[in-house]
């Protein structure tokens, strides 16, 4: 649905593509004569994303190109090769546990297409049930390296991670000895040596 507002003299229309607020000016004077042509340009304007809506054609793909949809297995391993190439051991395996753990609730041969949102909701979830908050955090960005990497290369139009899915990190008060208690250890270990 679209609207006609006045803004600095003139008419300007207000609608929604695909999701996103869209704003025209229509370069017609705030007047009663003016007032028709606008309605009737937002009445166009309507007419065009009701047939964009209608259009089998334009349904939204996260895919740059149809031959670059690759499976999550096929991701995982160009990534590895490419961004994680001449990394250490252990940053190479981070990477691959964070792979198992997503694999969990997205299966390996699923195309990178069709990994959305709520899959990524799931993988968080069934991955705070098991591991330490921190260790969801280090996962969360492992595989987040991966959906960046296939936005950057042009395999996604965008990755889809969104924020508000990210848990809160929790931080742990550390608990400190009195000096009563270190003395008393250092007592103890210098009777032991």
Request: glycine share 4%; aromatic share 8%.
């Amino acid at each position: 649905m679209a609207s006609v507002f006045k803004k600095r003299g003139s008419y300007h229309i207000a609608f929604f593509v695909h999701g996103k607020r869209k704003y025209l000016n229509t370069k017609l004077k705030d007047t009663k004569e003016n007032r028709s042509k606008a309605n009737k340009m937002k009445a166009d304007i309507e007419r065009e994303i009701e047939s964009i809506g209608k259009s089998t054609e334009i349904n939204f793909v996260n895919l740059v190109s149809a031959d670059r949809n690759i499976t999550l297995k096929e991701a995982e391993e160009i990534c590895l090769k490419e961004r994680f190439l001449g990394k250490s051991k252990s940053h190479q395996d981070t990477f691959k546990n964070a792979m198992h753990h997503l694999y969990v609730a997205v299966p390996q041969e699923t195309p990178i297409a069709e990994v959305g949102t709520s899959q990524i909701a799931d993988f968080i979830h069934r991955l705070s049930g098991k591991v330490a908050n921190a260790s969801v955090h280090t996962n969360i960005r492992y595989v987040k390296i991966l959906f960046n990497f296939l936005v950057e290369e042009d395999y996604l139009f965008k990755s889809p991670f969104k924020r508000k899915l990210i848990p809160k990190t929790v931080r742990k008060s550390i608990k400190i000895f009195q000096d009563e208690d270190l003395e008393e250890i250092l007592a103890e270990a210098k009777n032991v040596i």
